[in-house]
């Protein structure tokens, strides 16, 4: 697991080589930062850290660096993107890599080198020898995206990385408010730990009063309040988005979004499938399932029907100027705490 190793790293733990592939790039890159900054101190940086884009530069004159004494320090780090050899895809360059070479680097890396492939891509090629060859050799970071179990661990562990404590009900808000990009988190977190300091924890209200909120997330929280019949809350919410000059067409678009995602949910639930699957099925994170799922054991298929076939109607009023569009998403929020959707 992605923790375990950035674990081992933080303690200066490191391994000869390492191989980064997956599409999510924000583990690849603090991946990279986590070993630049526990294998190099900064004057060492200059002289003992090189990056060779494999597209460019065959890989044997990198290896050739990863041989290289280090100057005036202990350890060299070598990182190496790019690495299509070792996919199924054509390289875009014309150059041609020595792998013979890599195999030989392989069976005896250089001790006093550290050397890093990064391979931003979905899938490699497990026909190929080299493939084979080096996620046997090398501790492997798979970046996929993480499941929620994951991601409360990583939320835990950014906060203590500034000596803070997170509760595990303001991890569950935060997810619910800023999603699950991590880049994005890794801002929010880094924020609420600067707030709470080390004499607080990091509080449900604290996550509520300072997380920046994305439109998709205000509907979200404006959508769960329609779910606990709050319509005056969800109208706040509302009042608020028409303030920071967000377009009643967009809001309307999004909230049929959530509405939509409910509906399959709760129709994908009822044909037997799992949050794995269904998330594999909407393509979407898992935890953005688990949430549609809490929120959608509040209405029944009647009302989401005739929910659905409403903000059809209004985006079809909004499009041809039938009524002012900011007073159509009022009436949909009274028509449903009333439950007359028809």
Same mark, same amino acid.
């Given at each position: 697991m992605v923790l375990d190793i950035w674990k081992k790293i933080n303690k200066k733990q490191v391994d000869p080589v390492y191989l980064l592939y997956g599409t999510e790039a924000f583990l690849i890159n603090e991946t990279k930062q986590l070993l630049v900054d526990n294998v190099l101190d900064? =004057?060492?940086? &200059?002289?003992?850290?090189?990056?060779? &884009?494999?597209?460019? /530069?065959? #890989? =044997?004159?990198?290896? =050739? &660096?990863? =041989? /290289?004494?280090?100057?005036?320090?202990?350890?060299?780090?070598? #990182?190496?993107q790019n690495p299509m050899f070792l996919t199924s895809e054509k390289s875009k360059g014309k150059i041609e890599h020595n792998? @013979?070479?890599?195999? &030989? $680097?392989?069976?005896?890396? %250089?001790?006093?080198? #550290?050397?890093?492939f990064s391979a931003p891509y979905e899938k490699l090629d497990e026909r190929k020898k080299i493939t084979k060859e080096l996620k046997r050799k090398a501790t492997v970071v798979e970046a996929k995206k993480l499941g929620e179990h994951e991601i409360k661990a990583w939320v835990k562990e950014r906060a203590e990385l500034h000596g803070s404590v997170i509760e595990n009900d303001a991890i569950e808000l935060l997810l619910a408010l800023a999603g699950t990009n991590l880049f994005m988190l890794t801002s929010e977190i880094d924020k609420l730990a600067l707030y709470a300091g080390d004499n607080q924890p990091i509080s449900k209200d604290i996550v509520d009063r300072l997380t920046a909120r994305s439109l998709e997330q205000n509907i979200f929280s404006l959508v769960d309040k329609v779910v606990h019949r709050n319509i005056e809350a969800a109208l706040r919410i509302y009042y608020d988005l028409l303030k920071q000059n967000e377009e009643p067409i967009k809001i309307l678009a999004v909230i049929t979004? !959530?509405?939509?995602?409910?509906?399959?949910?709760?129709?994908? %639930?009822?044909?037997? $499938? *799992?949050? !794995?699957? #269904? @998330?594999? /099925?909407?393509?979407?994170?898992?935890?953005?399932?688990?949430?549609a799922? *809490?929120?959608? *054991?509040?209405?029944?298929?009647?009302?989401?029907?005739?929910i659905m076939k409403l903000l059809a109607d209004a985006d079809y009023q909004m499009k041809t100027g039938g009524m002012k569009k900011e007073m159509l998403i009022e009436m949909i929020l009274f028509q449903i705490k009333g439950g007359k959707t028809t």
């Open positions: 900064e =004057e060492e940086k &200059d002289f003992n850290f090189s990056v060779y &884009d494999l597209e460019e /530069t065959p #890989i =044997e004159a990198a290896l =050739e &660096d990863a =041989e /290289t004494f280090p100057f005036m320090g202990e350890k060299r780090l070598v #990182i190496m792998l @013979a070479k890599l195999e &030989d $680097y392989l069976s005896q890396p %250089a001790p006093y080198s #550290i050397v890093v979004g !959530q509405f939509r995602l409910i509906y399959q949910v709760k129709e994908l %639930a009822r044909k037997g $499938y *799992g949050q !794995q699957q #269904i @998330a594999g /099925t909407l393509k979407i994170h898992p935890f953005r399932v688990k949430l799922a *809490g929120q959608a *054991g509040a209405f029944s298929d009647e009302e989401l029907t005739r």
